[in-house]
């Protein structure tokens, strides 16, 4: 009777436990990763550049006017991150309405430079313009320098000491990127957002 007993608990905890491991695996989260991995898929391995090639594009294109209605230079991160801060003389399409980019952009081979945050909502866009025919479309995407890290996008032209600009300010450059706002930052008691 002791053995049973000590069988069913151990049976109920492996049960128990197995159970609470397969509800922490989000099988969307999984079938999201494989989506986008498909979306990478169709972006020509040497389409990928990182922040210092964007840079060089970006210096020519500011430089010459000429050359810069040739290219487009897309930011894909929301308003609000675009309000706040983007790089200078650049276009925005937020990601989730890339489907206006062929309306705007009708020659399949035109140059076209994608960035978000990071990189991933880059690759999404990217791997839609692939599928929509075009066949210049650069995802700006992370590197590593002289030892060190650089993300993809906004992250990373930071992380490089590159400028900023919003339509407050003017031209600034970040000194700390932070994911999450810092506990000073947090402690606000009345903030109101109006872009303008």
């Not at 010459?64 to 801060?85: G, M, N």
């Not at 590197?143 to 031209?171: D, I, L, S």
Request: charged content about 25%.
């Amino acid at each position: 009777m002791k053995k049973v007993l000590v069988f069913s608990l151990a049976l109920i905890f492996m049960l128990t436990a197995a159970g609470l491991a397969l509800a922490g695996s989000n099988p969307l989260k999984v079938n999201e990763k494989k989506v986008h991995k498909s979306f990478i898929a169709e972006i020509p391995t040497d389409h990928f550049i990182d922040v210092f090639k964007l840079h060089e594009v970006w210096k020519k294109a500011m430089a010459d006017p000429a050359y810069r209605k040739k290219i487009y230079l897309i930011d894909v991160r929301t308003d609000s991150e675009f309000d706040a801060f983007h790089i200078e003389g650049t276009d925005h399409v937020q990601g989730g309405h890339m489907y206006v980019i062929p309306k705007k952009i009708k020659d399949p081979n035109t140059p076209i430079y994608i960035w978000c945050r990071t990189s991933h909502r880059a690759k999404y866009v990217g791997g839609f313009l692939y599928k929509y025919g075009y066949k210049n479309v650069y995802v700006v995407s992370s590197t590593t320098r002289n030892g060190k890290k650089y993300h993809g996008g906004v992250v990373g032209w930071a992380e490089a000491g590159f400028p900023f600009v919003n339509q407050f300010t003017g031209v600034f450059y970040i000194k700390e990127y932070r994911k999450h706002p810092s506990k000073a930052e947090m402690s606000y008691r009345l903030r109101m957002w109006h872009p303008y």
